[in-house]
T-cell receptor
């Protein structure tokens, strides 16, 4: 299957700093990328959907000014957690959808990034 | 509210036993996806179902989507320790340009040798 990478795989930062997470589709073009958040023993919660070259669509309750998403190319999307606080500590997973795979294509997931805010 | 209900929440089986995980939606599903996740890692795609009554198999895992496209089951035959993990069902509840993949809470599977 298609490969999606994330970087970094884990990050520890101080409260108040900003953290950028990169998501790349390695062997396919992704017109749409998704960012999810997962708390321990819970399911994935969709944060936002980003289409290449346009503004991201955020889910209800997700602060767009806090979670900045940029999808500058068909293979790269970034999530920046601005002014991070301990409650932002979580497992962030990106996902990409293959633009050439047709209507009912498959969404592939990255390995996730564990963010810990001290 | 949780749109996808998975059951059971957790399951412990002895190696070699068969098991079934269910995923139910109150809405018609445009596509149903099964993923496997190991804690702290990404999701591994298993299967996608789109048509009512569809059934797919890969190795010892079989997934079915009912005729009404509101319920799916994942069946593992002769389970092995390598099957252990979190199984997540995901569903497109929007369809077409309204595509959005949402997930159930997952089923934690433990396979004892």
């Amino acid at each position: 299957g298609a490969v999606v990478s994330q970087h970094p795989s884990w990050v520890i930062c101080k409260s108040g700093t900003s953290v950028k997470i990169e998501c790349r589709s390695l062997d396919f073009q992704a017109t749409t990328m998704f960012w999810y958040r997962q708390f321990p023993k819970q399911s994935l919660m969709l944060m936002a959907t980003s289409n290449e070259g346009s503004k991201a669509t955020y889910e209800q309750g997700v602060e767009k000014d806090k979670f900045l998403i940029n999808h500058a190319s068909l293979t790269l999307s970034t999530l920046t957690v601005t002014s991070a606080h301990p409650e932002d500590s979580s497992f962030y997973i990106c996902s990409a959808r293959d633009a050439l795979a047709g209507v009912l294509d498959t969404q592939y997931f990255g390995p996730g990034t564990r963010l810990t805010v001290l | 509210s949780q749109e996808l209900e998975q059951s059971p929440q957790s399951l412990i089986v002895q190696e070699g036993k068969n098991l079934t995980i269910n995923c139910t939606s109150s809405k018609t599903l445009y596509g149903l996806y099964w993923y496997k996740q190991k804690y702290g890692e990404g999701l591994i795609f298993l299967m996608m179902l789109q048509k009512g009554g569809e059934e797919k198999s890969h190795e010892k895992i079989t997934a079915k989507l009912d005729e009404k496209k509101q319920q799916s089951s994942l069946h593992i035959t002769a389970s092995q320790p390598s099957h252990a993990g979190i199984y997540l069902c995901g569903a497109d509840i929007g369809g077409g340009s309204n595509y959005k993949l949402t997930f159930g809470k997952g089923t934690l599977l433990t396979v004892n040798p």
